[in-house]
């Protein structure tokens, strides 16, 4: 005896970028998830890394040399590591859905090679200064 069994057709998720292929509103999701992850962990431990330094009274400008230079090369990399990982992890997608999942995932992976850079920059300066 052989059971039918009701097939329903299963519909279809609801796209939050329009014009999108599936696979790519699904990587549009996860990398607007992971960006705005990454930009918060990359808020907090230069919060806290920064916060220590201040909190123990050493300022910048007490950086000798090409220590100080490179402590506000550093600075500036971290900065702009974090904005395109901001970026990456800002829901608001200008150009059509694929170009703009690569556009992201390519911001995600620059960020957080600037970012990391920028604080090795910046804590080598202060250790070796």
């Known amino acids: ?20 292929s599936a696979a790519d509103d699904a990587l549009l999701r996860h990398i607007m998830s992971i960006g705005g ?16 330094l201040l909190s123990s009274g050493w300022r910048p400008r007490q950086l000798d040399g090409l220590a100080g230079p490179a402590w506000w090369a ?9 904005l395109a990982l901001a970026w990456a992890g800002c829901p608001v997608v200008t150009d059509e859905p694929s170009r703009a999942a690569q556009r992201k995932s390519l911001s995600v992976r620059a960020g957080l090679v600037v970012f990391v850079a920028g604080m090795a920059i910046a804590a080598l300066a202060v250790l070796l200064g």
């Open 1 to 20: 005896m052989q059971l039918q069994e009701d097939v329903v057709p299963v519909a279809e998720a609801r796209r939050e970028f329009p014009g999108a």
């Open 37 to 52: 992850l990454w930009s918060a962990a990359a808020a907090v431990s230069a919060a806290i890394g920064l916060t220590g």
């Open 74 to 82: 550093g600075a500036l990399l971290v900065v702009a590591g974090a």
